[in-house]
C-alpha cells in the first residue's frame, strides 16, 4: 500500500525549510508520496501556547548554530535571513491557494519562495520585494498576490491552521505518517523509518 507523508509548512520556519530540502529524497527512498499542508505558524503558536525561539535568546542562539550544522550534514545552502523573522500572511494564503485549486505551480512556487527567504536572504516582509521575487521566478506576481487576498483563500488558511493545531501540531516543521507525529527536521530519520515499516 502506498505511504503518505504529510508536511505542515511555513515558510518563515528555517526548520521547515530544511526539512523540505530532504523530502524528494525521503519520498524517493520510500516511494511516498509527499502532501504538502500550510498552514499559519503564528495562529499556531498563538492556539498552543508555544512560543518561537526567538523569543527566548539564548534558544535562538542554539538553534540556529543547530540549524546551520543541519545544513552543513546535507550540503544545502542557508544563510540566516537579516530581515527574520518574516510575517508570512501572505505567502501562506498563496500556498493554500494553489495547493486547494491543485495548481501545478504550487512546488516550483515552494522552492521559490523557501530560496528567497533561507538562501537568498530577500526581505519578504516587503510586498514589492515579493513581487520582485515572483516575477523574477517566473510567475505572474499580480495574480499570486491577488490570490492572497482572496477571502476564500484567507478562509482556507486559517481552517487549516486551526485543523492542525486540533490534529496535535505545535510548532514546524510536523510531520505525519498515518497517525504518528514527528515534529522538527531532526526528526526526518524516525520518518524514513516510519515510512519503511
Known sequence: MPKTLEF?????????????????????????????????????????????????????????????????????????????????????????????????????????VYRAIWVEGHNLNDPAVVAEVLQRAGFDAAALLALGQDPAVKESLKAATDAAVARGVFGAPTTFVGGEMFWGQDRLDFVREALLA
Open 8 to 112: 505542515y509548512f511555513d515558510f518563515g520556519s528555517p526548520a521547515a525549510y530544511l526539512a523540505h530540502t530532504q523530502l524528494p529524497q525521503i519520498a524517493a527512498e520510500t516511494q511516498a508520496t509527499v502532501v504538502y499542508q500550510p498552514m499559519l505558524l503564528g495562529g499556531v503558536f498563538q492556539a498552543t501556547g508555544n512560543r518561537p525561539p526567538i523569543a527566548v535568546p539564548s534558544k535562538a542562539a542554539y538553534v540556529f548554530t543547530d540549524f546551520a550544522r543541519f545544513a552543513k550534514r546535507h550540503r544545502v545552502p542557508l544563510v540566516l535571513n537579516p530581515h527574520f523573522p518574516i510575517v508570512t500572511t501572505t505567502l501562506m494564503r498563496i500556498a493554500i491557494g494553489l495547493k486547494d485549486r491543485q495548481d501545478p505551480l504550487f512546488p516550483a512556487y515552494m522552492d521559490a
